[in-house]
């Protein structure tokens, strides 16, 4: 009789490893689009990972794809919806992957297999990759009648265009509406005051980072003041943009992540009344 392999907590396998090409193969995982450019990463953290399989008898990873330019609205964990990333190796390797695509496999269905070795995420591409899961299921929300706004002037499109390209550089962006309050607004007088914060990478060139958000800012200023700023009247229609701030990441500080709330650019309220608020990454 053959002893069944057992899963222990010396396990190679940790949160980011990439499967091999032979597990993707044997479990069914090859990309639906993209079969030849599969790429499938564990999602479960390494304390889950670790457990035996009578505990968490399985392990999430996400399907996705290699990719060859990165979208900047798709890094630093922008969109909820997709990641672009880059893993550490001698040749750069470029991934796209979609929330959707998570699957839940067999912790034995990789007993047999060793992760991907030549290809691993940095410190902080792992820290991206954790925050992009999380982000799921801690957007921020914002009230229904503000998105609807954004939406219907097309400021939502304008703030992804002025972001998309300087995505590499430009880490988040963070909206403070009406100074935390929740106000009821009715019609394009009745007006939300909003406060926005563009927060750039300090590496690896802090003045480039810093230089290509102070771009975005001048694109994003211009779109406010062109969209919603009645130049005939003086005044701002539906939403007023007070301010456009940019910061480095080392420089924003946790009270301020508290007071403010993420805006996604894939971003959809969640539509509860009231609104649910959830804290800032």
Request: some cysteine; hydrophobic content about 40%.
């Amino acid at each position: 009789m053959v002893t069944r392999k057992e899963w222990t907590r010396d396990t190679p396998w940790r949160q980011g490893h990439l499967l091999p090409h032979e597990a993707v193969k044997s479990l069914g995982l090859t990309h639906p689009k993209y079969p030849d450019d599969t790429l499938v990463i564990v999602a479960s953290h390494d304390c889950d990972l670790a457990q035996p399989p009578d505990k968490e008898p399985n392990i999430e990873i996400v399907v996705g794809h290699r990719i060859h330019i990165l979208n900047g609205n798709n890094t630093h964990a922008k969109s909820t919806r997709t990641l672009h990333v880059g893993f550490e190796a001698d040749d750069s390797l470029l991934a796209e992957f979609v929330v959707t695509d998570k699957k839940s496999i067999s912790k034995y269905a990789l007993i047999d297999f060793m992760p991907v070795a030549e290809f691993k995420l940095s410190l902080k591409g792992l820290v991206t990759f954790q925050c992009w899961l999380a982000s799921r299921y801690r957007r921020s929300a914002f009230p229904d009648e503000f998105e609807n706004r954004f939406k219907n002037t097309g400021m939502t499109d304008r703030i992804a265009k002025a972001v998309k390209p300087h995505g590499e550089l430009i880490t988040a962006l963070f909206f403070d509406v009406d100074e935390g309050e929740e106000i009821l607004r009715n019609g394009p007088d009745d007006i939300y005051v909003l406060d926005i914060v563009l927060l750039h990478a300090t590496e690896p060139d802090f003045n480039a980072a810093a230089s290509a958000a102070n771009k975005a800012k001048e694109v994003i200023e211009n779109a406010f003041i062109n969209k919603l700023f009645d130049n005939h009247l003086k005044k701002w229609r539906y939403v007023e943009l007070r301010y456009v701030d940019v910061i480095s990441e080392e420089t924003f500080t946790f009270r301020q992540s508290k007071l403010m709330k993420q805006w996604r650019l894939d971003h959809i309220s969640l539509g509860a009344d009231p609104q649910q608020p959830i804290l800032a990454e």
